[in-house]
């Protein structure tokens, strides 16, 4: 500081002795400032610094770099005149200990919730993310309050805080024993206290589960009400589901455990002024406040705010803690980093070799999880290092960066793993070579405990990995156990290979002798192997192929059994027929089958919040139950049998469940408790319930009464509807409680304002008999289902018909709205579940399974979730986001000839006859912008590369390039374009290929739009097939250009100079469509002959032939990550996945119901989009997963093996293996 002040002055005399008032003028500052800067009684702020340096001429950046310095070594030396608080009032990154409680401050009201914690429970848990402060708060906040309290009940005859090591039952087991009483503590039959510090230890260091088992069960000893022991354990929060994982910490945990959340703004404060009050300092308020603000907004700022305010004190002014000081120190984000750097800057090499090797130690990582502190015992570290390691250990100690005690070696806190850079840049480039470590210094300990056996030594592929982690280069890493254990595992398998060496040598001599006769007996009994191999393998490939095919046959009628013959024919040979019906089975959405009941499944209904589905049978079994929605596990019934239910529904908040009933009329019951509330005073016989949108109205329809609205908080009749609502079977609010629709024999469909009771409105004007309906969550569409087997959509505004879904409904057809309104599910006559597009009026996905009528269907509050009941007594509950197909756009086209989704995937274009080209938001599926009103028989569409220009070819438009953000044109390059069918970007987006019949091929430059090269006249075709398609594809290179024509084969241009390279014959038709694979290896080609033939692109032969189904492919496309191509043609209207690497058939996608005519990818892979003759887009999901989660998913929503009658019809005369293992 002395040197700092003495090189200002040297300046100020350099500039020409300037005096300090004309000083004072050119930096800003008053004279005493300036002269105080320069008398080195304290070193002065960066920022007057500088302004005195600035106006004496000096260089700021140099001048800076001193001050830097200076403040540093005034953070060694600590400030002079003050020698009587020597001790700080931080601990830095260390913890506080049990004799520090009078620097600790900011969590008496944790303390207390601690407390009062421990006197209602023997055992219990604090659990907090790291930096929250848990060992301080045990150590200086519980165990100082216990020692002096006054309370009887709480004070323990002793207290024990410990941390569970490598080895914690082993270690730790004398604590268990109760203990006398302590001097100072409770009386000899009070509890004995055992404070768990670092519970996430039992995790990270203790490798042997039986040992982690042993230690857990001691703990949870102290539940016992005549334990003598109580226990409190201290865990991280990110390690709260390793708990979760055992079965009776779990149980423990459930209502003993408590947050150590973030500090309030207050008690931050207290954390920063009150330990330097005690040490007779004050802290600058503004310093005060900004610490507040950033330690509130940083996770896990509590030790990098200690830290900093240790710094900050050893760069205090006089009494007085500077926001100068604490910016010297780095501030709070690099406080800890400038010590570590500070520190290890003064290393030489040979001491930073030891420092690395020493952190690396300390730590373990993480699998999974965040990376943990590792304490060492001293006498593992001096065996590493060599002589310099004695110095690290001394030095970062004496920065607070590690603590010592008698045995072992920590870091100070985890802070430093991820708040020094260069330690955890360490961390991540040694990784593997630290988990590896980590199991090497176990498995050393474990070989001397067993007294050097060898049977505990590393052989194989354990052996290989140390020796490639710890060969020569590392040998220097390992102790002197772990380089003896290493090297007595390498010695014993040299021993062994010399054994067997030798051992060969001997059996050489004999073999010889007798080699003649073994020969013709090895060759005799190779020929019957493999003739019995040969024979096994094909009897598996067959069973496996009839499995597969009863599989196809089944999954539209009993989809369950379908899944099951499926899993078993995948199990039984993977053949391509099995891995067909696997993933077909997979694609099922089912998530649970409820299984446990009796009786048909009358009415289904979930709870508000999703968690709880109620479910309803008839019969013998007649009973109302509550499932866990997530689990599929029954969680009660109630105490109730009835004869039938017709209807159920929860109250808003969840608490009440109302049940409509044949012969006990309306009841609300307690879902808590599963007790009946009360019963209505309606009529016996009840057919719907429905609650209104805020809880206090319940609407009912019963025999004899009508429509009923009830006071939910009284249980009174508010109005009765009256004799127009007689015959009423199903009821329903609107979103605004407003409106009330009702539903049924003789009157239709009636909307009632349920304020004044007056009928709004009549829908179906003549009767009609209505069993069931829905309104949509916007209230704007009503659904219902009524007697003549259809479902129709209502405008509820205008009561006119919006639509009739196409297809029968079922005899008594359950209808339900998704939360979103985009989905509607009716129940259908050949007992499947329908899921409809509402906006498209269109099949989303058919829900096999129920080998019954469906009766009651309904969604769940996330969207996705539908529960389903039947008269085949079971209850489904589906996932149905978890299907192929996603979502269908329809517009007015009467046909769609090209879909492309754009580059980044938010946007769709679709193009075709009727109607010209629509973007579709690909996510949100909201109504199109359409391009222009004058597009209209738009053949083709295509997005550049950047995704900002829309390419598109038309019959009266000719070829334009248009603002895909805008939608305007932006360049028309050719009006004589009405024969152009086909275009294609290249992928460096400087070329655009389009494609005709009068003039070919030709090449435009797609930024001048100049015509570019047209491609010598070669044959073309003219049928219509051709005409509607044609083929066009660039290489990823964009350097050659693929083609293909009526006479079969695919030619490759060189796109710059229009030269023909190669000619690929093969196909026996026109050739209707190719396709690069994104790393341009392969080329797919396919037309009319239905075969897609995929050529190697270097030799130009054929890969792969996909076999085809006698009808054209239109369209194919690779997935972007080139695993999977998507084949279209008009065989059914489907789309086939294929496996690019096997050539084997994943999938086949249908529902389209005329020939799909284009399909595209979006750019993630995960949707796939596809178009044709019906005038609809489909977009499906295309995540297939490995069979062996496909098999996993399968049998986890089946929850059920085959049986032994559909074993034998099955699978007669084979080995009674598991399909699906319990």
Known sequence: MQRFAFELRKLRAEAGGITYRVLAQRAGYSVTTLSQAAAGEQLPTLTVALAYVQACGGDPVEWEARWKQASDEAAVLGPEGDGEHTEPPYKGLARFETGDDGLF????????????????????????????????????????????????????????????????????????????????????????????????????????????????????????????????VAVRADFYGHCAGHRGLAEALRDAQLLAGPMSPAELRDVIVRPAAAAGLTVERALTSRLVQEVADAPGGLPLLSHVLLETWRRRRGKTLTTAGYEAAGGLAGAIAKTAEGVYSHFTRDQADAARRVLLRLVTPGDGTPDTRRPAEREELRD?????????LEALTRARLLTQDDDTVDLAHEALLTAWPRLRDWIEADRERLRTHRKLTEAARAWEELDCDPGALYRGSRLATA?????????????????????????????EEHAATRTTRRLRALTASLSVLLVLAVIAGLVAWQQRHNADSAQKTALSRQLAAQSSALIDTDSDLASLLAVQSYRTSPTSQAVQSLYAAAA??????????????????????????????????????????????????????????????FSPDGRTLATAAMNDGVQLWNTATGRLRTTLPGPADAYAVAFSP????????????????????????????????????????????????????????????????????????????????????????????????????????????????????????????????HTLATSSPDNTVRLWDTAAGATLATLPGHTDTVLSVAFGPDGHTLATGGRDQSVRLWDTAAGLNRAVLAGPLKQVLSVAFSPDGQTLATAGYGRGVDLWDAHARRRPRTLSKGLDDVSSVAFSPDGRTLATVGRHHGLGLWDSATGRLRERLSRDAHDVFRLAFSPDGR???????????????????????????????????????????????????????????????????????????????????????????TLAAAGSDGTVRLWDTKTDRVRTTLPGRAAPVFGIVFSPDGRTLATAGSAAGSVRLWDTATGNALATLTGHTDAVLSVSFSPDGRTLATAGGDGTVRLWNIILPPPAMAISKICQALGRDLTPQERSTYLPDQPPHATCPA
């Not at 039952?169 to 409770?186: K, L």
Request: proline letters at 6%.
């Open 105 to 232: 401050f900011g969590r008496d009201r944790l303390t207390a919730d601690l407390l009062e914690l421990l006197r209602r429970r023997r055992f219990a848990a604090v659990f907090g993310p790291s930096g929250s402060g848990k060992s301080s708060l045990l150590r200086a906040g519980l165990v100082p309050t216990l020692r002096h309290t006054q309370d009887a009940g709480l004070r323990p005859a002793a207290i024990r805080i410990l941390a569970p090591g490598d080895r914690p039952a082993y270690t730790h087991a004398h604590v268990f024993e109760p203990s006398d009483t302590t001097p100072g503590m409770g009386a000899a039959e009070a509890d004995t206290l055992i404070v768990v510090d670092q519970f996430e230890e039992i995790f990270t260091l203790c490798q042997d589960p039986e040992e982690r088992a042993r230690f857990i069960d001691a703990l949870l000893t102290a539940r016992r009400p005549e334990n003598r022991l109580r226990v409190l």
């Open 384 to 392: 590493i290092g060599g002589p310099s390691t004695a110095q690290v």
């Open 467 to 495: 020796q490639e982690h710890f060969g020569e280069e590392h040998h220097e890493d390992l102790t002197v156990l772990e380089h003896t254990f290493l090297t007595t595992s390498l010695q014993a398998r040299e021993h």
């Open 588 to 649: 099922v959405p089912l998530r649970h089958g409820l299984t446990g009941r009796r009786g048909a499944v009358t009415s289904v209904a979930f709870s508000p919040d999703g968690r709880v589905l109620a479910s309803s049978t008839e019969g013998e079994d007649g009973k109302v139950r509550l499932w866990d929605a997530g689990t599929g596990r029954l969680e009660r019934s109630l105490d109730w049998n009835p004869a039938w239910v017709w209807s159920m529904a």
């Open 694 to 821: 805020d809880g206090r109205t319940l609407a009912t329809a019963g025999d004899g009464q009508g429509v009923q609205l009830w006071d939910t908080a009284s249980a009174r009749l508010r109005r009765n509807l009256g004799r127009q609502t007689q015959g009423v079977g199903s009821v329903a609010f609107s979103p605004d409680g407003h409106t009330l629709a009702t539903g049924g024999t003789g009157h239709g469909v009636q909307l009632w304002n349920t304020a004044d009771g007056k009928l709004q409105r009549g829908l179906c004007g003549p009767p009609l008999g209505v069993y069931s309906l829905a309104l949509s969550p916007d209230g704007r569409t009503l659904a219902t289902s009524g007697t003549d087997h259809t479902v129709r959509l209502w405008n509820t505004a205008t009561g006119r018909l919006r639509t009739s879904l196409p297809g029968p409904a079922g005899d008594m057809a359950p209808v339900a709205f998704s939360p979103d309104g």
């Open 991 to 1081: 070329t655009l290929a389009t494609r005709g019949l009068e003039h070919g091929v030709q090449l435009w430059d797609a930024k001048t739009g100049r015509l570019r090269n047209a491609l010598p006249e070669f044959v073309v075709g003219t049928d219509s097939f051709v005409n509607g398609m044609g083929s066009l594809a660039f290489s990823p290179d964009s350097r050659t250009l693929a083609t293909g024509g009526e006479d079969g084969a695919v030619r490759l241009w060189d796109s710059v100079t229009g030269r023909l390279r190669v000619r690929l014959p093969g196909h026996t038709g026109t050739l209707g469509s190719v396709a690069f694979s994104p790393d341009g290896r």
